[in-house]
């Protein structure tokens, strides 16, 4: 299925589709539509001329909340092919995540539905971060700010003196450049509060295909089924490894757990990723013959998968293989476990990743003796350029590589995850814990300030302390715990709908207690490890 189309050296994440040698193949599939990676190259090609139509500078960020479709990933890697850096939004935010996403990264052109934007009424004033608006349906809604709105049919319009038919199109965008620049800011919890956002390259995104397409052994031939958001660095890896590969990918934005049955069977799908919450649910589910008989793999990635919820996956696809994933967005991906391996050490979160060193090391910085717990830190061609706007954070998370021969003269930054893992002495790692408070949850890093700010903003609130409690099906849930504001009356049902207004569902606390006092430690910071014990009793 080659073409006359130059493919060349892939070294920026627009070219696994402009440069692919796949031309006739399918691509993508949303529904009932499936573009090859010919006509997805051309649309990625024309998003990209109509970014440069409204101004589009290299370095330049496009905010994309939208849910998976065509034009999603179209806007993202035509942001690529014009330059610019792509902000991937998670649509499963409200307004005031998504409000703190503009003011932190000004992206100068936003992508979205109307019914997105009026949700962000107050964030795309004339005086916002956002220049510009480009809206997809805008049959299904009033425009906002018509002056600055662009609908996505008249935006995609080929432009003929920067747009040509075939490889000349897309070669006209080469030249914008090179594989160590931003590519794109996936925002993430932080643990002081608000979502930090984690800058990846070109190098990072195309190394991190190349590596896990390799040990997934990924080709052509697969159908890579994307169930997870594109916002989440593992989600956007479906979409980088499969086109990598020459795969097809189909996008999925699931309601119910048997909507990813039915297109796995629908597809045929070879290869599964997802996160613990969603294994233990789709463990569940009834699987026909027609839904597993081509699948390949299962990955977990987002969490340790529960065993009897392993045991249970590996019966329903007894002929794929499972992989056990272990990942930082600010390293993208670290670890693997062999499937080989998963019989005798389900527990373990594996070995590095190709073309990535995992070291475990001491407070000094020295290297840990095997069965002797340290830091995970991640060094190699997948650490990532540190974090947007946020020296303080990068300079604590981004610290020079330890081991390196001193005769160099340069420095390497690693990644030191604040992840305490133990080697054993055949290499193996294995998980222990963080060191500091964020909570996993739903295969998501959630921050307890954010929970608590806006429990703060909500009701009379004195005292407020987010807490991750285990949980065999989301990992963790939260508890928040919570004091009144002196001669108050706190409320938690109505505490609790207010914050399902203001957060995502997956950071909505599934418990709230009421307390007349949260105990602190010596320095007056929250005891939160006595309000856990407490919480136990």
């Not at 285990?470 to 409320?491: N, S």
Request: aromatic content about 6%.
């Amino acid at each position: 299925m080659t073409s006359g189309r130059a493919t060349g050296v892939r070294t920026q994440l627009h070219h696994l589709v402009t440069a692919a040698p796949w031309d006739g193949a399918p691509a993508l599939t949303y529904q009932r539509t499936t573009v090859t990676y010919a006509q997805l190259g051309q649309l990625v090609t024309r998003v990209a001329a109509g970014l440069r139509r409204l101004g589009l500078s290299r370095g330049d960020r496009v905010g994309v909340y939208l849910e998976k479709r065509i034009e999603t990933v179209a806007a993202m890697f035509g942001t690529s092919a014009a330059g610019g850096v792509v902000v991937p939004i998670n649509p499963l935010l409200r307004a005031r995540q998504v409000g703190h996403i503009l003011a932190d990264c000004h992206p100068h052109v936003l992508v979205t539905t109307p019914a997105r934007a009026a949700l962000l009424a107050d964030q795309l004033t004339p005086s916002g971060a956002v220049r510009h608006l480009v809206v997809v349906d805008p049959e299904t809604g009033a425009l906002p700010d018509p002056a600055r709105t662009v609908d996505w049919d008249s935006f995609t319009q080929a432009d003929p003196e920067s747009v040509e038919s075939g490889s000349a199109g897309a070669a006209a965008f080469d030249r914008v450049g090179i594989d160590t620049d931003p590519a794109a800011i996936f925002y993430t919890s932080g643990s002081t509060g608000q979502p930090k956002g984690v800058v990846v390259s070109h190098r990072n995104l195309l190394v991190g295909a190349e590596s896990v397409a390799t040990y997934l052994e990924n080709s052509s031939d697969d159908v890579i089924l994307a169930a997870l958001p594109l916002s989440f660095d593992a989600g956007f890896s479906q979409l980088t490894t499969g086109f990598h590969a020459g795969a097809q990918v189909v996008l999925v934005n699931y309601l119910v757990p048997g909507d990813v049955v039915r297109h796995c069977a629908e597809h045929g799908v070879t290869g599964l990723t997802a996160v613990p919450p969603l294994w233990i649910q789709l463990a569940d589910q009834p699987w026909p013959p027609e839904a597993t008989r081509r699948l390949r793999y299962f990955a977990n990635t987002g969490g340790r998968m529960p065993k009897t919820v392993l045991d249970k996956l590996r019966t329903i696809f007894p002929a794929a293989k499972p992989f056990l994933m272990y990942g930082l967005t600010e390293a993208f991906r670290s670890t693997y476990l062999d499937p080989s391996q998963v019989d005798a050490r389900p527990d373990s979160i594996g070995k590095a990743i190709p073309n990535a060193e995992v070291l475990v090391v001491r407070a000094d910085g020295s290297l840990c003796d095997p069965g002797e717990p340290g830091e995970l830190v991640h060094r190699g061609a997948l650490v990532s350029l540190g974090y947007w706007n946020d020296p303080v954070r990068t300079a604590e998370r981004f610290r020079p590589a330890p081991g390196r021969d001193p005769h160099l003269c340069t420095t390497e930054l690693a990644v030191w995850s604040g992840d305490t893992v133990v080697r054993d002495h055949e290499g193996f790692l294995y998980f222990v814990g963080r060191d500091d408070e964020m909570v996993k949850t739903s295969g998501y890093r959630v921050s307890p300030t954010e929970i608590e700010e806006v429990a703060y903003a909500s009701g009379p609130v004195r005292d407020a302390v987010a807490l991750g409690v285990d949980d065999d099906r989301l990992g963790q849930h939260i508890v928040l715990v919570v004091a009144p504001t002196a001669g108050e009356r706190l409320d938690p049902d109505l505490l609790h709908r207010r914050l399902r207004k203001q957060l995502p569902l997956y950071m909505v606390p599934k418990q709230i207690v009421v307390r007349e006092y949260l105990p602190r430690s010596p320095n007056g910071k929250f005891d939160r490890q006595r309000i856990r014990q407490e919480l136990a009793t």
